[in-house]
C-alpha cells in the first residue's frame, strides 16, 4: 500500500472544499501521533492487498507483524477481513468484474491533488469502471455524492498511469465496504461523467479560493479531522455564541445542540493535541501528565494458579468467573468453528439500552412521546 500523502488528498478534500482555509491551517498546524485505529485501518488495508493483489488467503496472514507492529489476528480475519472479502465478491460479480487495479496512487493536480484508490474494477465489456473504497471503522461513510470516490475518480482519469481505464467506461459505481457498519453487503452510488465534470468545476473554484491571500472558512462537520481545529477562529465564536444563549428557549436551545457536535470535536481535538505534544516534551502552561489510576494485576498468572491449586481450601474453580458470551461472540465462535448459528439466533433478541437524542435528519424512527400526568405538569409549573 502506497504510503504516499499529498497536500489535498482523497480524505481531506471535503474539508478543503467546505473551509477552502482549512489548507492553508493545516499545513502550519502541529501534528498529533497517529491513532491506534488509523494504524489498525492501513494494515487492514494491506491484508486486502494481499488477498486481491497477490492472491494470499487471509488466514494464511494471521499472526503476521505489519506496519506499526501490530499483529493480524484471527479476530480480524472474521470480524473485518471475511465480511470485506464478501461484500468485494458481490461488488465484482455486480458489474461482471474482469480487471483489478488495486492501491494505485492518481494524482490530479502533481504534488498537490490526488490519492490512493483502494480498488479500480473494469467490467468484461470495458463500460463500467467500479471504484471500491475499504473502510474499517466505525463512523458509518456513505458512498452517495462521496468526495472521496469522486476526487478518485477525477484523478484516475487524468493520471497516465488509469487514464485509458476511462476511455471506454460508460458507467461508474461508487461503493463503500465498511464491515462494522455493512457487514458483508456494500452500498453503491452511481455516477457520470456529468457527475464528474460538475464536482471538477466545484473544486476548482475550492483550490482557488485555497490558495488565496484570505481564504473562507466555514465551520462543521468536516472538522473532525483538521489538524487546525483547536486553533481554528471560527469554532472559538460558536462556543462564544452557545455561552450567550438562553437554554430556557426551545428555539435557542436548538441551536445550541445545533453546535454541541462541532464545539465536542473542537474539544476533543483540543485535548488530544495537548496530550500529544506533553507527550514530545512540550511545555503548557498549568497543565502536566501523570500516571493514570493503577490497576492490580498478576504478574506471573502461572504461578498464582499453582498457588491455587495446592492450597488446600481453595479450588481452581473457585479463582475463575465463567460467563455466557454475547450473541456476537457466540456467532464468531460459530464461524471459527465452521458450525451453523441458526439454533442460536432463534434464541437471540434486540433490548435497546435506553434512549438517545439525534438530529431529526436522522432515519431512526422517533421514540412515541410519554404523556406527561396533569398533577406533574401542575407541580412543575409551580
Known sequence: MPDIHLPIGTSSVHRV?????????????????????ASEGTMLHTVMEAVYADDKEAKDLVGDTFNDDLTFTEDMRIDQILPAIAATEKLLDLIDADELVLEQFVQYVPDLVGGTLDMIAVSADEKTLLLNDFKFGFLTVSPENNKQILLAALAASVDPKTKHLFDKAEKFVGAITQPKAYGDTAPTWAFTKDDLKTFEE?????????????????????????????????????????????????????????MVDELDM??????????DLLEKGANIPNYKLVQKRASRVWAEPEVVETIIRNAKKMKIADAYTMKLKSPAQIEKLCKTLELPYTKFEEQQVKISSGTTMVHESDKRPPVGKTVVPENLIALTAK
Do not use: W
Open 266 to 275: 473542537f474539544i476533543k481535538s483540543a485535548k488530544s493535541l495537548a496530550h
Open 17 to 37: 472544499m467546505a473551509c477552502p482555509a482549512s489548507y492553508q491551517r493545516g499545513k502550519v498546524a502541529p501534528r498529533g501521533n497517529t491513532s491506534g485505529a
Open 202 to 258: 466545484k473544486l476548482k473554484v475550492a483550490l482557488t479560493y485555497a490558495e488565496s491571500e484570505v481564504p473562507p472558512a466555514e465551520s462543521g462537520s468536516h472538522c473532525k479531522f483538521c489538524p487546525a481545529s483547536p486553533f481554528c477562529p471560527e469554532k472559538k465564536l460558536a462556543a462564544q455564541g452557545a455561552l450567550v444563549l438562553n437554554l430556557n428557549d426551545a428555539e435557542q436551545l436548538s441551536s445550541v445542540l445545533d
